[in-house]
């Protein structure tokens, strides 16, 4: 099973409109409402693909029961949230057809107290028994420790499970002592959080600092990876128009398949890539189109950049 945490899971409404242009009215066309946050979107890509996957994280009020109510009776995803008194968010995403780029905004979501964070951790630890990966996603809600992610991923650790990590800031930072198996941020995530304008440099500091392997994404340019296998490089054969708000999530499930499959670097990076390529097709994040992910799953590049280095 592999067990997907999204602590500040939200509804995630999406609009698509035609331009999207500042200080103006714009009419809607088309307008989606789906459980989300990274983590459950990584988890939908999951079961799309046919894989064992249980959500769980922080959810409550009105918008906490809409969006438990659409994992169990529109996604079908096994829903073990732990329920909060605060408001879950929501998310808006207004994706523009005329040049494919997606404008979000993100509210900040619940307090959360440390009787409902106890509560969570003790959960955790009871659902990651049964996990052979962990993906750990996402935005802190308020009230909880920067060092959240870093005590799940000693939880996890613990039970033997592997984990993979896509957060920034300073829940990216407090985490690596703990040794996440994978840590993926994007590129604007790697140079806010270590300063280096070079993803290759990046990587290899958040190496240093614990992470035992670190995969960038760049969006169309495709994703660079820091493994004990070495450093890689996987490019996309070609750029696709779309909503790029899933890719990311797309990639992480891709790396949690991979893990728990026990597959090699450059099958895990070719299907990553191949995954995110798919999410951007679709209109809402947490869909892969299925064309696309077979098309460029045999397309990816993959290239050795440099052999494997200690850290």
Not at 213 to 234: C, E, F, N, Q, W
Request: proline share 6%; charged share 20%; with cysteine.
């Amino acid at each position: 099973m592999i067990l997907t945490v999204t602590l500040n899971a939200a509804l995630d409404v999406t609009y698509g409109v035609d331009s999207l242009r500042p200080r103006t009215s714009h009419r809607v066309g088309a307008a989606h409402r789906r459980a989300g946050g990274k983590g459950v979107n990584v988890a939908r890509v999951l079961a799309a693909l046919g894989h064992d996957v249980t959500v769980t994280g922080l959810a409550g009020g009105p918008t906490g029961a809409l969006l438990r109510e659409d994992l169990r009776a529109v996604a079908g995803l096994c829903d073990e949230l732990v329920p909060v008194a605060g408001g879950s968010r929501q998310t808006v995403t207004v994706v523009s057809g005329d040049d494919g780029d997606a404008t979000v905004f993100n509210e900040q979501g619940p307090k959360v107290s440390s009787r409902e964070w106890r509560a969570f951790a003790d959960r955790f630890a009871v659902l990651v028994r049964e996990a052979s990966v962990v993906t750990l996603c996402g935005s802190l809600p308020p009230g909880l420790p920067s060092d959240a992610y870093a005590r799940l991923v000693r939880t996890a650790a613990g039970a033997g499970a592997l984990t993979v990590l896509d957060t920034s800031g300073p829940p990216l930072l407090d985490a690596l002592g703990a040794g996440p198996d994978v840590v993926k941020p994007n590129a604007a995530e790697l140079a806010a959080a270590t300063g280096c304008a070079d993803a290759a440099e990046g990587a290899a500091r958040l190496r240093a600092l614990g992470a035992r392997s670190v995969v960038v994404s760049s969006g169309p340019d495709g994703l660079l990876a820091d493994t004990p296998g070495g450093l890689l490089r996987a490019a996309p054969p070609e750029r696709l128009a779309g909503n790029p708000t899933g890719a990311g999530n797309a990639c992480v499930a891709a790396l949690a398949a991979g893990l728990a499959g026990g597959a090699g670097w450059p099958a895990v990076l070719r299907e990553a890539v191949a995954l995110s390529a798919a999410a951007v097709a679709r209109p809402v994040a947490g869909d892969v189109d299925a064309g696309v992910h077979r098309r460029f799953r045999t397309a990816v590049i993959v290239e050795e950049l440099h052999a494997p280095q200690s850290h």
